[in-house]
């Protein structure tokens, strides 16, 4: 009789591809919403745009996530010797615990939205819209390289976070006529 651990490398595949479609989601929801924020007057690109919304978050960014969770865990649970080593493990976890409450606060956003309350502009979505590269940046640094490095998170988040300072404080040049 096969055990879990027979499966172990299917389960790998399925998590990889799991995170593929949740990311894709974290990517590009953000991006609709400087659609949402910046075209507010248009209402019927808005209407379109407000399906575009509902469908990602909750027809693939959600069902995505769990996904990703449920394999994570089996994957842990398969092979708990994971958890053992220099943090690297709970370095990734606590990263993904905040991609998870990034995505739950895309669904909030979302709801504001679509209720037409316009609380943040097209700039604080652009600047929003960075936060999961970076925090995929660190989850994937830890995978690959299986260590806990202090100078690469610090690194990583300033660098992060630099970024994001002037995507919000970018001002647009005015068009030429």
């Known amino acids: 009789m096969n055990s879990l651990l027979d499966y172990y490398l299917w389960i790998v595949v399925f998590h990889i591809v799991a995170v593929m479609s949740w990311m894709a989601m974290l990517f590009y929801q953000p991006r609709l919403y400087v659609y949402h924020t910046?075209?507010?007057?248009k209402k019927e690109f808005v209407e379109v745009v407000k399906i575009q919304e509902l469908k990602m978050y909750k027809y693939i960014g959600m069902p995505a996530m769990w996904a990703t969770l449920i394999s994570g865990t089996l994957l842990i649970i398969i092979n708990p010797a994971l958890l053992t080593g220099d943090g690297w493990l709970h370095a990734k976890l606590f990263f993904v615990l905040l991609l998870v409450a990034y995505s739950f606060s895309l669904g909030y956003y979302r709801k504001e939205l679509a209720k037409g309350n316009y609380s943040k502009k097209g700039s604080f979505f652009r600047a929003y819209n960075e936060v999961p590269t970076v925090l995929a940046v660190l989850i994937v640094g830890y995978v690959v390289t299986k260590t806990f490095s202090l100078s690469f998170t610090l690194i990583?988040?300033?660098?992060g976070s630099f970024i994001i300072y002037k995507v919000l404080n970018h001002k647009p040049k005015e068009e030429k006529n």
């Open 38 to 41: 910046e075209h507010k007057e």
């Open 156 to 159: 990583t988040l300033l660098i």
